[in-house]
């Protein structure tokens, strides 16, 4: 990894806000998952959430694991699951649906630590998550079509809240918010891929890295990672009857 390059994750890091997140409800269009995380990684989240649709949840998983080299993604088995989860983390919980008690989306203080549900292309939010949630918002609209793209709506709130940490300062700063062996985790596996990949599949810790990005391990860990598997073969005689 070149100095330039371990400067440049590093400042990357320092703007990700790691109390802001989306959460997918059976996003089902591969699509649609890709952009919803490449703007997450625009704004700066650092982690989504999704619960998968029961079928193509295999496919859904390998396109989104390919959109999303810079941000984290978390899966959930249930609404209920993914809401608690994000709930106990403090964090205010948004629905876009059109109800009467939503509010635009523009009213909300996304400089509080924020979760918005992203309903899925066929249904939508279900009940039982707009149950959960504590406010619906909703993008005003002057048109004959009275939904937006789930894409394109998750942008336009995802900005809106960029907007609003922006003004406040929550993007200036100098070390992330992240904790230590996150760090060392995004920088060894973007910085040192090859070797990443080879530590995964022996089960090997990632190493720490120095102040230019530079693997710092000791003898033992390189014999690990450089010593190849012994495959065993096992040998069947036949015994003459």
Request: proline share 4%; hydrophobic share 40%; net charge negative.
């Amino acid at each position: 990894m070149t100095p330039d390059r371990f400067q440049r994750i590093h400042e990357v890091l320092a703007t990700r806000q790691p109390d802001l997140t989306v959460c997918m409800e059976e996003v089902h269009k591969p699509n649609n998952v890709s952009a919803i995380i490449r703007t997450a990684d625009a704004v700066g989240v650092h982690k989504v959430h999704a619960v998968w649709p029961k079928e193509g949840m295999r496919v859904l998983s390998h396109t989104s694991a390919g959109a999303r080299n810079w941000v984290e993604l978390d899966t959930h088995d249930s609404m209920v699951e993914a809401v608690q989860a994000l709930k106990d983390q403090g964090m205010q919980v948004l629905a876009t649906n059109l109800s009467d008690t939503a509010i635009d989306f523009r009213e909300v203080d996304y400089t509080k630590p924020t979760a918005i549900i992203l309903g899925g292309e066929k249904n939508g939010i279900t009940a039982e998550a707009l149950s959960m949630a504590d406010q619906d918002i909703i993008i005003p609209m002057v048109g004959m079509v009275q939904s937006l793209n789930v894409s394109v709506a998750s942008a336009l709130i995802l900005y809106e809240a960029q907007r609003q940490r922006q003004n406040a300062g929550m993007y200036e700063r100098e070390k992330t918010l992240l904790p230590d062996d996150v760090v060392n985790r995004i920088l060894f596996e973007r910085g040192h891929p090859v070797l990443a990949k080879v530590a995964k599949q022996k089960g090997l810790p990632y190493p720490q890295l120095d102040d230019e990005g530079q693997i710092v391990a000791d003898e033992t860990w390189w014999a690990a990672m450089q010593a190849k598997k012994v495959k065993t073969r096992q040998l069947v005689t036949d015994k003459d009857e």
